[in-house]
Antibody, heavy 121, light 106 residues
Framework: EVQLLESGGTLVQPGGSLRLSCAAS????????MSWVRQAPGKGLEWVSG????????YYADSVKGRFIISRDNSKNTLYLQMNSLRAEDTAKYYC??????????????WGQGTTVTVSS | IQLTQSPSSLSASVGDRVTITCRAS??????LAWYQQKPGKAPKLLIY???TLQTGVPSRFSGSGSGTDFTLTISSLQPEDFATYYC?????????FGQGTKLEIK
């Protein structure tokens, strides 16, 4: 069964840092681009970041560029999101999601259940 | 790329035909997907490449469009279809979602 399991969400103070992890199983992780998507309480979905299968290229939403870093360890089948200089507006449930391929990206076809980050003093 | 969904909310009855639109600020080709999300759950992929039904999704869901204008149609609403629907563009980074359409029971 294809599965994504996020972890690392917690309460953190403004200006703090946090690293989220996403453990993948049931598919060849190194063959697929991956993404992080977030959803603030009561709000819509926001694409945060994406990374190619090799880890060679990464992309970010303007709202997190320069503060967040996406990375992956294909030997551990794990995706990461390093979150720095956290702000109250980063409070959200963070989903890990798998793209359909590594070339022509038509969708995010598998999603985890999410991990919650709360930024508050 | 900005995606604008309309309407933002919609009340409908079981058996109704419903159409949700997604308009992009730039051409997307067919790099657009549709998702359904229920409260407390992860989004579920319904349609990809603008009009291809994801495996296992009921055939009452359909998608159409290309370029800047796209539609999601539910031909005959079922009780389990009441949820929030989002479009996602994958043509250009950063990928972006529409603001969502909440489909409620009339």
């Amino acid at each position: 069964e294809v599965q994504l399991l996020e972890s690392g969400g917690t309460l953190v103070q403004p200006g703090g840092s946090l690293r989220l992890s996403c453990a993948a199983s049931g598919f060849t992780f190194s063959n697929y681009a991956m993404s992080w998507v977030r959803q603030a309480p009561g709000k819509g979905l926001e694409w945060v970041s994406g990374i190619w299968s090799s880890g060679g290229s990464a992309y970010y939403a303007d709202s997190v560029k320069g503060r967040f870093i996406i990375s992956r360890d294909n030997s551990k089948n794990t995706l990461y999101l390093q979150m720095n200089s956290l702000r109250a507006e980063d409070t959200a449930k963070y989903y890990c999601a798998k793209y359909n391929s590594n070339s022509y990206l038509y969708d995010l076809d598998v999603w985890g259940q999410g991990t919650t980050v709360t930024v508050s003093s | 790329i900005q995606l604008t969904q309309s309407p933002s909310s919609l009340s409908a009855s079981v058996g109704d035909r419903v159409t949700i639109t997604c308009r992009a600020s730039q051409g997307l080709g067919t790099f657009l997907a549709w998702y359904q999300q229920k409260p407390g759950k992860a989004p579920k992929l319904l349609i990809y490449a603008a009009s291809t039904l994801q495996t296992g999704v009921p055939s009452r869901f359909s998608g159409s469009g290309s370029g800047t204008d796209f539609t999601l149609t539910i031909s005959s609403l079922q009780p389990e279809d009441f949820a929030t629907y989002y479009c996602l563009q994958l043509n250009t980074y950063p990928h972006t979602f529409g603001q969502g359409t909440k489909l409620e029971i009339k």
